[in-house]
T-cell receptor, first 111, second 112 residues
Framework: GAGVSQSPRYKVAKRGQDVALRCDPISGHVSLFWYQQALGQGPEFLTYFQNEAQLDKSGLPSDRFFAERPEGSVSTLKIQRTQQEDSAVYLC?????????FGQGTRLTVV | RKEVEQDPGPFNVPEGATVAFNCTYSNSASQSFFWYRQDCRKEPKLLMSVYSSGNEDGRFTAQLNRASQYISLLIRDSKLSDSATYLCVVMNYGGSQGNLIFGKGTKLSVKP
């Protein structure tokens, strides 16, 4: 597609529920990032893929967070046993040269 | 210490004012630098890259001081539409380093 697409746009989860957030990056682009953005904060790096390889997952806040990109295109960020502190906007970005193009994000609210 | 630090503001300025934002970064190996703009409840978008020689795009001027590890953004003749959060971003290359690091952002509000 022409841009980065994320789904769902909004997700309300009960505490303890598992969620899966999807990112469709810009077609053919190698680099993909996931960020977490809490209200009033800048995007915090979570993880980075080149094609299907997860080269850096140092930003994942706990082992409840897991990301994959099995075929080097669509990526899924999974959060197990959600907690209230997981409430944030989750942003996905494709890197085109040195410019990051972001999706509109998934706003996750854990209640 | 955060790798990229910015004054969160808010900066409240009248239309027509000149405003400057500063940013410092801690990784001396950082190689590329950017300012992104983020409107409320929207995704970040690239405003401009920052080069060592300094660069200008209309009313916006960006400067980089590698020795001091300092980046700045100057906005002249502020418009109401400039109201947004400005994010300082550094890119680190090489190896498996996940490499695009954002500051917390500086909020600008331009008033009539």
């Amino acid at each position: 597609g022409a841009g980065v697409s994320q789904s769902p746009r909004y997700k309300v989860a009960k505490r303890g529920q598992d969620v899966a957030l999807r990112c469709d990056p810009i077609s053919g682009h190698v680099s993909l990032f996931w960020y977490q953005q809490a209200l009033g904060q800048g995007p915090e790096f979570l993880t980075y893929f080149q094609n299907e390889a997860q080269l850096d997952k140092s930003g994942l806040p706990s082992d409840r967070f897991f990301a994959e990109r099995p075929e080097g295109s669509v990526s899924t960020l999974k959060i197990q046993r959600t907690q209230q502190e997981d409430s944030a906007v989750y942003l996905c970005a494709s890197l085109v040269g040195t410019e990051a193009f972001f999706g509109q994000g998934t706003r996750l609210t854990v209640v | 210490r955060k790798e990229v630090e910015q004054d969160p503001g808010p900066f409240n300025v009248p239309e027509g004012a000149t405003v400057a934002f500063n940013c410092t970064y801690s990784n001396s190996a950082s190689q590329s630098f950017f300012w992104y703009r983020q409107d409320c409840r929207k995704e970040p978008k690239l405003l401009m890259s920052v080069y060592s020689s300094g660069n200008e795009d209309g009313r916006f001027t960006a400067q980089l001081n590698r020795a001091s590890q300092y980046i700045s953004l100057l906005i002249r003749d502020s418009k109401l539409s400039d109201s947004a959060t400005y994010l300082c971003v550094v890119m680190n290359y090489g190896g498996s380093q996940g490499n695009l690091i954002f500051g917390k952002g500086t909020k600008l509000s331009v008033k009539p």
